[in-house]
């Protein structure tokens, strides 16, 4: 191994970061180095972070390896404590590219970590492409303002803070003319962007200035955003935009009120109904993905099954079911937990749930035509992000944007034939 390899965990902002830290260190002249990028959303997200830095070194004995991600910014004593750990850097001191010079001309601090709290700015930085990927991310956010009672990641990402309109344009049309045919706009609370921005611009006004100022575009996606913060200029950019892709993803949760509640969230399980409800008016194509924890501290049987049930009167499509994870210095934490098995079960009983509505989902495509993006191995996403896959007759190219007709489902994913081979 000579160009540093990285290890990805966690989000897709995460993504978007790694690639920053590819160049960076590309441009450095950085070799025989793996970077471990952890996340800290669970438990078993870490747990798998560790596990990769005891993988690297015993398939790298040579390699340095560096540690960064919100585990590392979290509680970087632990990692720097392990042995097979080289550096351990702050997710502040990950994109700068002095870091990586530093690294590069065998110096840099074993432990660069300062306080996230502080950071008030967030630099834009140039992605030219992502390795192996046809579909790009662009971080147009950092940080959160807001303090669930579940979640750590404040406390790796600090506070809220956006990128400028010019900063995400110039991104966005850099990726386009280079070839890719879909981005998704990415960050840790992606509905706050421009609330520190002069003149608090609003994310359906940034989708809107995304798409005019660079008409080449095709696709433009969401990554998940928070169902109290959707607002009217999001939701006329959802009715009005064929561009921006039929498909949000909610960070619902629980479908309990008190739960919500105790979760510290800012909407009720009514506000999700009327939210999904309102924007199929709107645009009656439109699917939704949801964000699930199962298992919360004080959550009975019957507050779960208020949830649970939420999935079907809400016609959630696609699920990330994660059983609730305590994180050490978060309320939650300290309130009475739930046995581990129960969190499981609850976890897999949503999880089935799922697997039903994406089955009906799946099922009702058939016939129709849709536009599929053509990914690795001849498999891919249409619009509403549903997976499918070109019958076995079929080939076309990778980044092909690809009018298709839905033959069938089979299991999870879509078989689509070519329209069009031009």
């Given at each position: 191994m000579r160009t540093p390899r990285i290890v990805t965990f966690g989000c897709r902002l995460n993504t978007f970061e790694s690639e920053v830290m590819r160049r960076h260190a590309q441009k450095a002249g950085?070799?025989?180095?793996?970077?471990?990028?952890?996340?800290?959303?669970?438990a078993e997200a870490e747990r798998q972070a560790r596990q990769a830095i005891r993988r690297a070194r015993r398939e790298h004995p040579g390699a340095r390896i560096v540690v960064t991600g919100?585990?590392?910014?979290?509680?970087?004593?632990r990692y720097a404590a392990m042995e097979e750990v080289d550096h351990v850097l702050g997710n502040g001191e990950k994109l700068r590219p002095e870091t990586w010079r530093a690294l590069a001309a065998g110096g840099g601090a074993r432990l660069q970590v300062a306080d996230i709290m502080a950071v008030r700015e967030t630099a834009g930085h140039l992605v030219e492409g992502f390795d192996g990927r046809?579909?790009?991310?662009?971080?147009?956010?950092?940080?959160?303002?807001?303090?669930?009672?579940?979640?750590?990641?404040?406390?790796?990402?600090?506070p809220s803070r956006s990128l400028t309109v010019a900063e995400v344009v110039a991104q966005v049309r850099l990726l386009v003319e280079n070839g890719y045919r879909e981005i998704v706009l990415t960050g840790v609370d992606l509905t706050s962007w421009g609330a520190d921005l002069e003149g608090r611009p609003r994310l359906g006004d940034l989708v809107r200035r995304i798409l005019h100022e660079v008409p080449e575009?095709?696709?433009?996606?969401?990554?998940?955003?928070?169902?109290?913060?959707?607002?009217?200029?999001?939701?006329?950019?959802l009715a009005e935009e064929d561009r921006l892709m039929p498909h949000l993803h909610l960070s619902v949760q629980a479908g309990d009120d008190l739960i919500l509640k105790r979760m510290k969230r800012r909407h009720l399980r009514a506000d999700v109904l009327?939210?999904?409800?309102?924007?199929?008016?709107?645009?009656?194509?439109?699917?939704?993905?949801a964000d699930l924890i199962a298992g919360f501290p004080t959550e009975d049987a019957a507050m779960f099954a208020r949830t649970?049930?939420?999935?079907?009167?809400?016609?959630?499509?696609?699920?990330?079911?994660?059983p609730y994870s305590p994180r050490p210095g978060t309320p939650a934490a300290r309130m009475p937990q739930l046995p581990r098995e129960v969190r499981r079960e609850r976890a897999a009983r949503l999880r089935e749930a799922g697997e039903r509505m994406?089955?009906?989902?799946?099922?009702?495509?058939v016939g129709r035509r849709r536009t599929l993006l053509v990914e690795r191995d001849g498999g891919g996403h249409t619009e509403h992000f549903a997976p499918a896959r070109l019958d076995a007759a079929s080939r076309l190219p990778a980044g092909r944007l690809a009018p298709v007709a839905i033959t069938g489902a089979a299991g999870r994913c879509l078989i689509a034939r070519p329209l069009d081979h031009g």
């Open positions: 950085l070799r025989d180095t793996v970077v471990v990028h952890t996340c800290a959303v669970t919100c585990a590392a910014q979290i509680d970087p004593e046809t579909r790009a991310f662009v971080q147009i956010q950092q940080g959160c303002d807001h303090r669930c009672t579940f979640c750590i990641i404040p406390y790796g990402r600090g575009l095709p696709r433009l996606r969401l990554s998940s955003i928070d169902p109290a913060e959707v607002d009217s200029a999001l939701e006329a950019a009327r939210l999904v409800r309102e924007l199929r008016v709107l645009r009656p194509d439109l699917v939704f993905g649970l049930d939420l999935v079907e009167e809400a016609g959630f499509t696609f699920l990330h079911v994660f994406l089955a009906r989902f799946l099922a009702a495509e």
